[in-house]
């Protein structure tokens, strides 16, 4: 039997990284899907990919609050409820020290840590008993990297805020938990080559245990069972999805030399 037969599921960012392949194994999976993103024309390739009997896309700005309730709106329009929430719009920045500008800081903030409570708060009123809402976290909340200040704040903000949403919703019988990936071949790295990306890896694969980037479709796994049944008594969890990059730092390839 399919982990998510008729259930529907809204997906900020999906079209495209660990959003898109998410959606792909949620709509495997028997669930129909909302996604969102800022970009029409990939919005439009997603849904035309996914099926347009399983998938409806909205294009929304993952800052406004508006977009959120229209994208929960446009969930409960075309497929009548709501199950499952990954809030997982986010971008990335470089803000070191002594050289980045407040709007810059600020635009960081906005998208991965307001976004994601505004996108919770539309979706809410509507969800169910044994509802799901997923959060998307980061190794860099908790490993220092250098000039990523916002980005780690942002994701150290949003496994907080999880803990917080779980204590509000339990009452209602919903659970909420945050996958945490590490370093995954998605484009918010902003390699604008595939040799750009191999290089990249190269580059990260040697502080990673598995000495590999991820996949997306590896968050994507997870991100389905924390949405399906089988995590039914997986309340206010962090799943970590980085091959040992938080857990085991010292077996990365970089110690072993």
């Known amino acids: 039997m399919s982990k998510l037969n008729e259930k529907v599921a809204l997906i900020t960012g ?7 392949a998410t959606a792909r194994r949620f709509v495997e999976e028997g669930a129909k899907v909302v996604i969102t993103g800022r970009n029409q024309a ?3 390739a997603a849904v035309n990919e996914l099926g347009q009997e399983n998938a409806f896309a909205v294009q929304a700005d993952a800052t406004e609050p508006a977009g959120a309730e229209q994208a929960v709106a446009a969930a409960i329009k075309q497929f009548g409820k709501l199950d499952i929430v990954f809030a997982n719009a986010g971008v990335a920045g470089s ?15 906005k998208i991965n840590v307001t976004g994601v409570f505004f996108t919770v708060q539309a979706a809410a009123p509507y969800l169910q008993p044994g509802a799901s809402v997923i959060l998307v976290g980061s190794v860099l909340a908790t490993t220092g990297g250098f000039g990523w200040a916002a980005y780690a704040a942002s994701k150290g903000a949003v496994s907080s805020m999880a803990k917080v949403l779980a ?11 945050t996958v945490v990936p590490g370093a995954t071949k998605t484009p918010i790295w902003g390699a604008s080559s595939p040799e750009q990306l191999m290089q990249l890896e190269a580059a990260l694969s040697h502080s990673i245990p598995q000495n590999r980037l991820g996949e997306p479709e590896e968050i994507a796994n997870a991100v389905l069972f924390l949405a399906s049944d089988e995590s039914s008594f997986v309340q206010a969890a962090e799943l970590q999805v980085d091959g040992g990059a938080d857990g085991a730092p010292f077996g990365a390839p970089i110690y072993r030399q």
């Open 167 to 177: 204590s509000e919703l339990s009452p209602r019988g919903i659970r909420v938990n």
């Open 42 to 44: 990939s919005l439009t």
């Open 95 to 109: 803000t070191p020290l002594g050289d980045t500008k407040l709007e810059d800081f600020e635009h960081i903030l």
């Open 14 to 20: 999906g079209n495209s990284g660990i959003g898109l």
